[in-house]
C-alpha cells in the first residue's frame, strides 16, 4: 500500500475526483481527513469509505478555504485526532462562469482567484507548520490542462488555475529543504457523474447518446479514451506518495495525451 501509515487531507471532496481519491487513499492505507463546504456530501463519501474499508479512520471536517479561519480549523482538527499530517491534495476549486475575457465582468475572475489560487495557498500556508515540525510532507495542487490549452470563455478559470501553477513551482522551491514536497496534476477531460451530468445535455441538444459523444472527444485523445476520475486519482496519489520521494516542483499530465509538454 502506497499510503501506508499516512494521515491524508484532501480539500474539495466532491461527487468526482475527490470522491474517489478519498476511496482509494483508504485503500492505499491511509487515514483521511475529508473537507468540503457540504456536511452532508462529506458524510456521504465517509460512508462509502467505510463501506469499502472498515476499520479506516475518516475524520470529515467542513471547511469553505476562502476563510482563513476554516483553513486554520481544518489543520487543527486534523492535528487533534492524529497528531500529525503528512499529505495535503488540494482539490477544491471553482469554474466560474462561462465569459469572454475581452468583455468578463473582472470582478468575477477575482472570486475565482480567491478559492482556485488565494484559498488554496490559505490552506497550505496553514499546512506548512505541521509538515515542516514533522520533518517533511507532500503537496499536490489539481490543476488543469485549461491553464496550458486557452478554451473560449473559460479565461477566469484558466488564469486562476495557471497562477496557481507558478505558485506550485515556488512553493517548491522554498519549501524542498525542509522535505516539503510540492507538486501539481493536470487533468483534461475525466469520465464520471461530474462530466457526464455535464455533457448529457450537449449529448440531448446534437440528438445523440452519451456513447457516441464520449467517441468523438476521445478522437482527440491518443490514448483513445476519455480518462476516468479512478484512473486519475490513482495518477494524484502516486505523485503524492512516497514512490515520489525525489520528486518536486513536477507538473504531471493526466489528459491521457490530448495535452503533450515538449
Known amino acids: 500500500m502506497i499510503l501506508a501509515d499516512k494521515i491524508l487531507v484532501i480539500s474539495g471532496v466532491g461527487p468526482g475526483l475527490g470522491r474517489e481519491m478519498a476511496l482509494l487513499g483508504a485503500k492505499e492505507g491511509a487515514s483521511l481527513v475529508l473537507a468540503a463546504r457540504s456536511r452532508d456530501r462529506l458524510d456521504a463519501v465517509k460512508a462509502e469509505v467505510m463501506a469499502q474499508t ?6 470529515c471536517q467542513p471547511a469553505d478555504i476562502q476563510q482563513r479561519g ?10 487533534a485526532e492524529f497528531g500529525r499530517l503528512d499529505v495535503l491534495i488540494n482539490s ?7 465569459a469572454l475575457a475581452a468583455e468578463a465582468d473582472l470582478d468575477v475572475w477575482r472570486q475565482t ?8 495557498l490559505q490552506l497550505i500556508q496553514e499546512t506548512v507548520p ?17 491553464a496550458r490549452m486557452a478554451l473560449a470563455g473559460m479565461g477566469g478559470y484558466a488564469v486562476s488555475k495557471a497562477a496557481l501553477r507558478m505558485a506550485t513551482t515556488q512553493l517548491a522551491k522554498e519549501l524542498g529543504e525542509y522535505r516539503i514536497r510540492v507538486n501539481s496534476i ?4 475525466m469520465w464520471g457523474d461530474t462530466v457526464i451530468s455535464g455533457l448529457q445535455p450537449v449529448a440531448d441538444a446534437q440528438g445523440i447518446g452519451l456513447a457516441e459523444l464520449r467517441a468523438k472527444i476521445a478522437r482527440d485523445i491518443p490514448l483513445g479514451d476519455i480518462p476516468t476520475d479512478g484512473e486519475c486519482a490513482k495518477g494524484v496519489l502516486a505523485l503524492a506518495s512516497d514512490y515520489f520521494s525525489a520528486t518536486t516542483g513536477a507538473c504531471l499530465d493526466l489528459s491521457g495525451g490530448e495535452y503533450m509538454p515538449l
Open 54 to 59: 472498515p476499520g479506516v479512520r475518516v475524520l
Open 70 to 79: 476554516d483553513c486554520q480549523a481544518l489543520v487543527a482538527a486534523t492535528l
Open 92 to 98: 477544491a476549486y471553482t469554474t466560474g462562469p462561462d
Open 113 to 120: 482567484l480567491e478559492v482556485n489560487l488565494f484559498g488554496t
Open 130 to 146: 505541521a509538515m515542516k515540525a514533522a520533518g517533511g510532507g507532500s503537496i499536490v495542487n489539481v490543476n488543469t490542462k485549461v
Open 186 to 189: 493536470f487533468p483534461g477531460w
